[in-house]
């Protein structure tokens, strides 16, 4: 069964650190890209970044140079290493398959995961 599984959400104080773990099942990153995506209440669900199947990453501005998308294709898992968060941060974070090996965009995405809280506050 291909499968996405989102975990390591949680509190955090304005500036500090999160890592959010993917791991996927059912299929390999060596073949598809992966991405987050997160949801603010009352707003759309927006990209953050995504990993292609050759490990190029991509990110969106607003998490630029704060947020970072890492794999261990021994895990089959993707990472997103998140410092000096924000309270604008502060979502239900998914991570998502591509339909390919590149990041093509929301609309290629095929297999979510269920999405874990983070929320940034003091």
């Known amino acids: 069964q291909v499968q996405v599984v989102e975990s390591g959400g949680g509190l955090v104080q304005p500036g500090g650190s999160l890592r959010l773990s993917c791991a996927a099942s059912?299929?390999?990153?060596?073949?598809?890209?992966l991405g987050w995506l997160r949801q603010a209440p009352g707003k759309e669900r927006e990209g953050v970044g995504c990993i292609t199947s050759d490990a190029t990453t991509y990110y969106a501005s607003y998490v630029k140079g704060r947020f970072t998308i890492s794999r261990d294709k021994a895990k089959n898992t993707v990472y997103l290493q998140m410092n000096n968060l924000k309270p604008d941060d502060t979502a239900i974070y998914y991570c998502?398959?591509?339909?390919?090996?590149?990041?093509?965009?929301?609309?290629?995405?095929?297999?979510w995961g269920q999405g874990t809280q983070v929320t940034v506050s003091s």
């Open positions: 059912g299929f390999t990153l060596d073949d598809y890209a």
């Open positions: 998502a398959k591509q339909r390919g090996s590149y990041c093509s965009g929301y609309s290629q995405y095929d297999v």
